[in-house]
């Protein structure tokens, strides 16, 4: 059986290095690239500022989801699963990794991984304190192992 990896992406060169790694790391096993849509990242708010606002977010973010997926994949050079998921970053690949099926999934595509690939991109002091870590979270929760990448 080969193994599945799970690496999350997030269109910063980091993360496309991890991906990268895990494919030059782990040549046999099955690699899910998963970018999460962020509904903190709206500049809207929850209520959205007009009509049809959070919809339009939604949109955008959503097509720049499947940019990020199809540049990062494509660059490695070998097949890789695509996966676009909404929700808090940390919680939604801990889900993921843990065999969460995707959103209208009844497909059994939910089995859960045996790794996950992150990258971290390294702030340090207030910055880090402020935004949190993503790394970090994932580091402390996951109950597979975890590589992360810098």
Known sequence: MSKRILVAVDGSEEAAEALRFAADEWPDAELTALHVI???DSATGAEGGFPGASDQWYESAKQRGERVLSETTEAVGREIE???EVG?????I????????????????GEPFDHVVLA???????SRVLLGSVAEGVVRRAEVPVTVVR
């Open 38 to 40: 962020n509904p903190a």
């Open 82 to 84: 695509t996966r676009l």
């Open 88 to 92: 808090r970053p940390t919680k939604t």
């Open 94 to 109: 801990l889900d993921v990794a843990g065999g969460e099926e995707p959103v209208g999934g009844d497909d059994g595509s």
């Open 120 to 126: 971290s991109r390294g702030r340090t002091g207030i």
